[in-house]
């Protein structure tokens, strides 16, 4: 069973930061597709950074310059560097995943989505 599980949201003034991590676990052959998706209320879901399978990187227009995404192979683990945060910011931030993984007798490919971080910029 894949799991993503999601840390560092919270409040945060405008112009701070804050830093999310996602941990990828289960019996994971490969990780393909790994990044961070985000959720205002009222708003669809929208990409916000992300890895593609093949090492390069994807930001949103609206992050860019702000946002960095990062991670670390060997923990299965993304990261995602926020700074100069805005209120426009706020939502629930989801961790996504495009994994080849053990499932019962056979190695199944599947995205997988974390329980979501929430973060809000106020001050």
């Known amino acids: 069973q894949v799991q993503l599980v999601e840390s560092g949201g919270g409040l945060v003034q405008p112009g701070g930061s804050l830093r999310l991590s996602c941990a990828a676990s289960?019996?994971?052959?490969?990780?393909?597709?790994m990044g961070w998706y985000r959720q205002a209320p009222g708003n669809q879901r929208e990409l916000v950074a992300g890895f593609t399978s093949d090492g390069s990187t994807n930001y949103a227009d609206s992050v860019k310059g702000r946002f960095t995404i990062s991670r670390d192979n060997a923990k299965k683990t993304v990261y995602l560097q926020m700074n100069s945060l805005k209120p426009e910011d706020t939502a629930v931030y989801y961790c996504y995943a495009d994994i080849t993984a053990l499932s019962g007798s056979y190695y199944r490919r599947s995205g997988y989505w974390g329980q979501g971080t929430q973060v809000t910029v106020s001050s």
């Open positions: 289960g019996s994971i052959f490969r990780i393909y597709d």
